[in-house]
């Protein structure tokens, strides 16, 4: 499989470098424990028995992520490149603390993420960064922190800005580095927000992927009563809980911390990265799992850009899909089962005409 039909290349290659060429020439100088930091795979081998300690942020079949790293006394610390620079400087120093004086402070990545240019994030450290190793299109890179900071605190890094809800209002948010849409509402999220209006205070209402909370605070603005917030960031999840007091924050990725659960409505911009890959994959197990969430009556509503082919899986899935709202590069679609799996004919589940008319200006 070539580099471009398979957008997981980077970490792999990403992951060897450090793991084959570089953490097995270190000085004895750096011989004690590993700091692992935003490396998405589930496993991997250091060679010299060291001791590897994981920081991960994101959810996965290990569990919940957690905000900050826990460790101390670290040898050496290696920095998975992140998406975003705002994410890389809070990671970076996040784990500067952890690390022992005279310890090794590591960024590794693809040349295209951006691995080669962390100079800023490690010289506001004192580090004299340098190349460590290079090849198959990744680098990493790093240098010996000779005077680590103090242990962060999120509350030293949290970002609280005013935000304007539609059919809400104003009101102030908080964010954090790097968590998605920090601190502005995005405009996919400000697309589906449009299109809703009252929502009944009995209405059982899931965000699903769900950030810092807006689509949750939204719909609680608009007479929500009963929310649950599903996401696998630990840090958009404490945020989250500060922005929507009222919901139940789950942390967890898809749909199994949810097994078991059902909602009236699910609402969602729901995300289509893996790892650092660009994918519909999340989009699509988005879909196929909604359905076995919903009450009897129950929809979903979502926005995703419009070049992502989901028509296909939605009318697999459902009796009805709508496109709700369509601009720009954005799609909002909402789809809904006329009756839940061996309850019979359509006609007798539309008899009453119940269902949820979310529809603003309806």
């Known amino acids: 499989m070539g580099r471009r039909s398979d957008p997981a290349w980077r970490d792999r290659a990403a992951l060897d470098l450090l793991t084959r060429r570089v953490l097995p020439t270190l000085p004895s100088l750096h011989a004690g424990p590993l700091l692992i930091a935003g490396e998405p795979s589930p496993g991997f ?11 991960d942020r994101m959810a996965s079949r290990r569990g919940a992520g957690t905000t900050l790293p826990s460790a101390s006394d670290i040898a050496v610390a290696a920095v998975r490149m992140a998406r975003s620079r705002a994410a890389l400087d809070f990671m970076v120093r ?3 603390s952890t690390v022992r004086k005279g310890g090794l402070l590591l960024v590794y ?60 209002g104003e009101r102030d948010w908080l964010g954090y580095p790097g968590v998605f849409a920090a601190g502005r509402l995005d405009a996919g999220t400000r697309l589906l927000l449009r299109t809703l209006s ?24 608009l007479g929500a009563e009963d929310m649950t917030l599903l ?10 809980r500060r922005n929507v007091p009222g919901g139940r924050v789950v942390e967890g990725a898809g749909w199994p911390p949810l097994e078991g659960t059902r909602f009236d409505l699910i609402l969602s911009n729901p995300p289509y990265h ?28 979502f926005v995703v850009q419009r070049r992502l082919p989901v028509e296909h899986d939605l009318t697999q899935r459902f009796d009805h899909v709508e496109v709700v709202a369509d601009d720009g590069p954005y799609r909002v679609w909402e ?6 799996p061996g309850e019979g004919g359509s006609e007798a589940a539309d008899a009453d005409g119940s269902h949820m008319d979310l529809n603003r200006g309806n």
């Open 94 to 96: 996040a784990v500067a």
């Open 335 to 340: 789809a809904w089962r006329t009756l839940s």
């Open 198 to 221: 009252r929502i009944p205070p009995e209405t059982a209402v899931l965000d699903y992927g769900a950030g810092t909370g807006l689509i949750a605070a939204a719909a609680a603005g």
């Open 109 to 168: 990545g693809a040349n295209d993420e951006g691995a080669g240019a962390v100079t800023r994030e490690l010289g506001e450290l004192g580090i004299e960064a340098r190349t460590w190793a290079s090849g198959g299109r990744c680098r990493v890179v790093g240098g010996v922190l000779d005077r680590p900071p103090e242990t962060l605190a999120l509350s030293d890094v949290q970002l609280v800005a005013p935000i304007d809800l539609p059919g809400v």
């Open 274 to 301: 893996q790892g650092k890959a660009e994918t519909v994959q999340p989009v699509l197990d988005f879909i196929r799992g909604a359905a076995a969430h919903l009450e009897r009556r129950g929809r979903i509503r």
């Open 45 to 55: 081998d250091v060679d010299g028995g060291r001791r590897v300690v994981r920081w």
């Open 231 to 240: 996401e696998p960031d630990a840090l958009a999840a404490e945020a989250a």
